[in-house]
């Protein structure tokens, strides 16, 4: 059976949930408290991902596959949520890559801030505007995408729309306001009337 390797409120790690129970692949869930470093462990570094991070998804034979994009792409291949052509999956690609570079480290980063209570440093205060602007900006960039189209890729529902859901459906736990972007909200919705959906806290 496959591992899962994960944190309850880690949106990296929902992808991956998300897409498995779509899928309808068992697997078995173990949890690790970041907050405490329970990812950064000899014995975790050493075994299951050296770069201390989850989710990690560790395949029958007991090897590891870390980064929740590549876990999703190996997960959805072959099937109906990575496109068949091959333009459409580049630019699946490029929303995943958007989401990593774009969106995640400033949407999920100020939600984490929060949401875990972490020690605001003179660091950390630096960056807060410059995140705040930048995650607003990554919203825009969505918002102005589905002005146009139901979903991200191809006409359909795809890992580009796990990838980008997963911490934007919870941006607002991290200070950012949804309600201006009317077509980001609706394809919210559209995402999470699918059939087989499951909220972030189910594990």
Wanted: proline share 6%; glycine share 8%.
């Amino acid at each position: 059976m496959l591992t899962l390797h994960d944190n309850i409120t880690s949106g990296n790690g929902y992808k991956c949930r998300l897409l498995l129970t779509l899928l309808k692949k068992p697997f078995k869930r173990i949890e690790y408290d970041i907050d405490k470093g329970e990812t950064r462990t000899p014995e975790y570094l050493a075994k299951i991902n050296p770069n201390g991070r989850i989710p990690v998804l560790q395949l029958e034979d007991g090897t590891c596959l870390p980064e929740s994009d590549a876990i999703m792409w190996y997960l959805a291949e072959g099937t109906e949520f990575l496109p068949a052509d091959r333009l459409a999956r580049a630019q699946a690609l490029s929303w995943m890559f958007f989401e990593q570079y774009s969106h995640e480290p400033n949407i999920a980063t100020l939600r984490y801030w929060i949401t875990h209570k972490v020690e605001m440093t003179p660091e950390r205060r630096a960056a807060l505007p410059g995140k705040r602007v930048q995650g607003q900006a990554a919203l825009k960039v969505m918002e102005n995408h589905l002005a146009k189209h139901g979903w991200f890729v191809g006409g359909g529902y795809s890992i580009a729309d796990i990838a980008l859901y997963a911490y934007t459906h919870v941006a607002e736990q991290g200070g950012f306001e949804l309600k201006p972007y009317p077509a980001l909200n609706a394809w919210l919705k559209r995402v999470a009337s699918r059939p087989g959906h499951i909220p972030i806290t189910k594990g």
